[in-house]
């Protein structure tokens, strides 16, 4: 069964103040890790895949990274409104489609 | 891209109560998800389609939850009789149909109050 664990459950960080959240997953043959953001009220909005140990992908303040274990999302440098919900989830080879999310890490970043 | 659009935004019922929830899916997305959120256990994949086929519904939670899929454009997801537990979000949420571990794209919840 796939298995995604999020770490911490909370961050709280001053404006400009960078750092990484945590992503750890168990996964038969992985065919993809996704971060999603979620803001309250809404749906969970794509962020990032990734496919292979490796790979990173950037979108202006944000960075994620793969290894064979887990995948973290760098926060750069972030402001106000990087506050959100972000959440990680894996596709793996015995469930195509069938996505498995973590319980997210909520992220409030103070003015 | 009008995205996917769900109804009701807010449903409050009371108990024994049938419920139903809709969803119609961003256009040429070959499959549609259904997916439950609380505080508890987080977001669950309650079942999921592929052109219009269930597939896996191993998450339905049991016989008083059933979901539909009559054409590309619309889903529903009915419970009765409902159950102060039922009460969470459910999203909606459409992939295309390039690859099986495309994204998903979500709708913006129908959040479920059962008193």
């Known amino acids: 069964e796939d298995q995604v664990t999020q770490s911490p459950e909370a961050l709280r960080l001053q404006e400009g103040e960078s750092s990484s959240l945590n992503c750890s997953y168990t996964?038969?043959?992985?065919?993809?890790l996704f971060w999603y953001r979620q803001d309250p009220g809404k749906g969970p909005e794509f962020l990032f895949t990734?496919?292979?140990a490796g790979e990173e992908k950037e979108k202006e303040r944000l960075k994620a990274t793969l290894t064979k274990k887990e995948s973290f999302l760098h926060i750069t440098a972030p402001k106000p409104e990087d506050s959100a919900t972000y959440l990680c989830?894996?596709?793996?080879?015995?469930?195509?489609?069938?996505?498995?999310f973590g319980d997210g890490t909520t992220l409030t970043v103070k003015p | 891209d009008a995205g996917v659009i769900q109804s009701p935004r807010h449903e409050v019922t009371e108990m024994g109560q049938e419920v139903t929830l809709r969803c119609k899916p961003i256009?040429?997305?070959?499959?549609l998800f259904w997916y439950r959120q609380t505080m508890m256990r987080g977001l669950e994949l309650l079942i999921y389609?592929?052109?219009?086929?269930?597939?896996?519904d191993s998450g339905m939670p049991e016989d008083r939850f059933s979901a539909k899929m009559p054409n590309a454009s619309f889903s529903t997801l009915k419970i009765q009789p409902s159950e102060p537990r039922d009460s969470a979000v459910y999203f909606c949420?459409?992939?295309?149909?390039?690859?099986?571990?495309?994204?998903?794209?979500f709708g913006n919840g129908t959040r479920l109050t059962v008193t």
């Open positions: 990734l496919y292979s």
């Open positions: 949420a459409s992939s295309p149909g390039d690859r099986p571990d495309s994204p998903l794209h």
């Open positions: 996964v038969s043959g992985l065919r993809g």
């Open positions: 989830a894996v596709q793996g080879g015995t469930n195509a489609g069938k996505s498995t």
């Open positions: 389609f592929n052109n219009n086929v269930p597939i896996d």
């Open positions: 256009s040429g997305h070959d499959y």
